[in-house]
């Protein structure tokens, strides 16, 4: 966007040509942060279940007064851009008949309309597919907070009738939405990769599908960095005095993330073998004071069986419990088999600022690589040691927990 934005600002200047685009990703602030830095104002639209059905990006298109496309252009480079707009700006465009009058477009372009919610939710009480679809997306894109539940109910009765890849990305989408608001619910992100997996298996070939997963994928599998222009973004902003636009959910981990070619970094064993002496004699956590949750990301190509596994640890508010950050913050070490690369093998999660305690969750990315040849997917075992709080007692405990983690990855060859 910044390259056609730098070759036409000064026709759109002249009001000889309008920009607008429309992204197919999930989070609009990112993208909003994004244009500000670039300076770029055009209107952007902002399709995250992909209701259009786009299968690759880029895609330019010109479209003339009367809304009819005149060409697709697909640019090497700015000079190309530059004679693509000046070729279809020089053209006299051929409007349908009663497409103008005075300069308006009454029978044409409309403003936006939020849909009737509940006049959708009526069609889709009457069970027939499409229906529930288009009620659902409704209320994943429109609706509240509390909308985005009933849209993550109704999907899998679409399911039900006919499993569709573009269904199992839209409740990935929306469960991935609700993974990282307010209202998570256990499972939510790997609910998610699961559906966009699914998705993925029904249209190997869909670009934008491919993507989602891999934007929380392993290196191995990254075309790019997804989001590491954020903090340069942030800064640029700054400096010209402005407040750079706020995230909803800070890219983390994966999303961060450079590419990786060759082998994983090789590990300490020192450490690791210092984590196992420190949690000799420490007792288990059999009353579960802190949650854990595990999702698998794995390699979305053929020939390469890795994967990235996210674990989310949060101390159960229903019991009271706090993280205690006056003790040593927690720790976290993977026991790996024979010839398996893992990476990191032993993860330290920093303790809150600002306070004796606090119940945050905390999360921590582990990739693992498969050997040549390797039979069975492993199970993993992680172990945790943490500092909690009962704060109706006042109680503070060391505790461990020992987590087994089932790494599917895809057969040699696929």
């Known amino acids: 966007m910044p390259v056609w934005h730098e070759q036409t600002q000064d026709l759109v200047a002249e009001g000889k040509v309008r920009m607008a685009g429309i992204i197919e990703e999930q989070h609009p602030d990112r993208c909003r942060l ?28 010109l479209i003339d007064e009367g809304g009819i496309v005149r060409g697709m252009p697909r640019p090497r480079g700015p000079q190309d851009i530059r004679a693509a707009v000046e070729g ?9 008949a009663g497409a103008r009058d005075g300069g308006r477009y009454p029978s044409g372009a409309q403003a936006v309309r939020v849909p009737d919610l509940e006049a959708l939710r009526a069609q889709a009480d009457a069970g027939e597919r499409g229906a529930i679809l288009r009620c659902a997306d409704a209320l994943s894109v429109w609706g509240c907070p509390a909308d985005l539940d009933e849209a993550v109910d109704l999907y899998p009765l679409a399911l039900e009738d006919e499993e569709t890849g573009a269904a199992h990305f839209r409740l990935g989408s929306s469960l991935l939405k609700r993974a990282e608001s307010a209202r998570r619910a256990p499972g939510d992100f790997g609910g998610a990769i699961g ?16 993507r989602r997963i891999q934007q929380y994928g392993p290196r191995l599998d990254k075309p790019y960095p997804f989001y590491d222009w954020v903090d340069e973004a942030r800064r640029a902003i700054r400096a010209r005095g402005e407040e750079p636009a706020e995230l909803g959910a800070e890219p983390r981990g994966a999303e961060l993330a450079a590419p990786l070619r060759g082998a994983f970094p090789a590990a300490d064993p020192g450490a690791i073998q210092a984590s196992e002496r420190e949690s000799a004699g420490i007792a288990l956590d059999g009353r579960g004071l802190v949650t854990a949750e595990v999702a698998v990301v794995p390699h979305t190509g053929k020939g390469e069986r890795c994967a990235r ?12 419990v706090h993280w205690s950050n006056e003790s040593e913050p927690p720790v976290l070490w993977i026991e790996a088999s024979d010839g398996w690369q893992v990476d990191p093998r032993r ?3 920093p303790n809150a600022a600002g306070g004796a305690t606090s119940a945050e969750a905390r999360r921590a990315e582990i990739e693992v690589r498969a050997p040549p040849g390797a039979a069975a997917p492993p199970t993993l075992r992680a172990r ?7 704060l109706a007692t006042g109680e503070c405990l060391v505790l461990r927990r020992d987590l087994d983690i089932d790494v599917e990855l895809p057969a040699d060859g696929r």
């Open 34 to 61: 994004f244009m500000q830095w670039k300076q770029m104002s055009w209107p952007v639209m902002v399709d995250a279940l992909d209701q259009l059905g786009v299968k690759g990006v880029p895609l330019h298109l």
């Open 88 to 96: 279809f700006v020089g053209s006299a465009p051929a409007e349908p």
């Open 195 to 210: 559906h966009f997996r699914r998705a993925l298996s029904a249209d190997p070939d869909q670009y934008i599908w491919r």
């Open 309 to 320: 596994i996210h674990i989310l640890l949060a101390p159960d508010a229903d019991l009271g």
């Open 347 to 349: 993860i330290e999660l």
């Open 384 to 390: 945790v040691l943490y500092s909690v709080c009962d």
